[in-house]
């Protein structure tokens, strides 16, 4: 199933699997009414979102509109059609959130993991903090479990163990990016003599 990734709201579309991108054009079109005086009814909102679907989304509207030009005058009947043709059902999403938090894993960029994290907790209804905390326990590395054992940290408010973990990578990110799958510290490269180990103001060929 693929997602698509924008840099702006007004480029998402929905091709018929990129089901969160669906929940989020028809929040905008329902904004979209509220602000633009040129979309005034339920048709015009209907035909907005007609004008973002792509591929078989596409092909299946074009049929569906052909034989019934009256689809788009009920725009909650028109989104209702278009979820049950794609199976984009509740219980479809949870079960994908489900799957997108279960393989969300530990990133260098933790500000972008934590993001990620509470939108889909959130999403999904986890939000007690016994909760929170042990499924994120289960994703940190062991490094950084080592490093809260080392520290005597357990927590009890997932909030205040997040921002000790951000800070902890904000204060020393190269605990984040500078180990291995192994464990093993990456070494770094000599540019004198392209052997690992040392930098190049340490190489001995350099003193020699």
């Known amino acids: 199933?693929?997602?698509?990734?924008?840099?702006?709201?007004?480029?998402?579309?929905?091709?018929?699997?990129?089901?969160?991108?669906?929940?989020?054009?028809?929040?905008?079109?329902?904004?979209?009414?509220?602000?633009?005086?040129?979309i005034e009814d339920e048709p015009a909102m209907g035909a907005w979102l007609s004008l973002r679907l792509r591929g078989p989304a596409a092909d299946w509207f074009g049929t569906e509109y052909?034989?019934?030009?009256?689809?788009?005058?009920n725009f909650n009947?028109?989104?209702?059609?278009?979820?049950?043709?794609?199976?984009?059902?509740?219980d479809g999403l949870r079960a994908r959130r489900?799957?997108?938090?279960?393989?969300?894993?530990?990133?260098?960029?933790?500000?972008?993991?934590?993001?990620?994290?509470?939108?889909?907790?959130s999403l999904l209804?986890?939000?007690t903090d016994p909760a929170k905390i042990a499924m994120l326990r289960v994703k940190l590395p062991q490094h950084v479990q080592k490093l809260l054992a080392e520290q005597a940290l357990d927590f009890h408010n997932y909030s205040t163990?997040?921002?000790?973990?951000?800070?902890m990578w904000a204060l020393d990110p190269a605990k984040n990016t500078a180990v291995?799958?192994?464990?093993?510290?990456?070494?770094?490269?000599?540019?004198?003599?392209?052997?690992?180990?040392?930098?190049?103001?340490?190489?001995?060929n350099a003193k020699n």
């Open 1 to 38: 199933m693929s997602s698509s990734s924008h840099s702006s709201d007004q480029a998402i579309t929905f091709d018929g699997s990129n089901w969160e991108d669906l929940s989020r054009l028809v929040t905008q079109a329902r904004m979209t009414r509220l602000t633009n005086s040129d």
């Open 66 to 73: 052909a034989a019934n030009p009256l689809i788009l005058e």
């Open 77 to 90: 009947t028109w989104v209702e059609l278009l979820r049950q043709h794609f199976g984009v059902s509740d």
């Open 98 to 121: 489900r799957g997108q938090l279960e393989g969300l894993a530990w990133a260098n960029d933790l500000p972008m993991f934590f993001a990620e994290y509470d939108r889909l907790t």
């Open 125 to 127: 209804g986890v939000n």
């Open 161 to 167: 163990m997040r921002e000790r973990l951000l800070t």
């Open 180 to 204: 291995h799958a192994s464990g093993a510290k990456k070494k770094s490269k000599c540019g004198r003599c392209g052997k690992k180990g040392h930098a190049a103001s340490d190489c001995r």
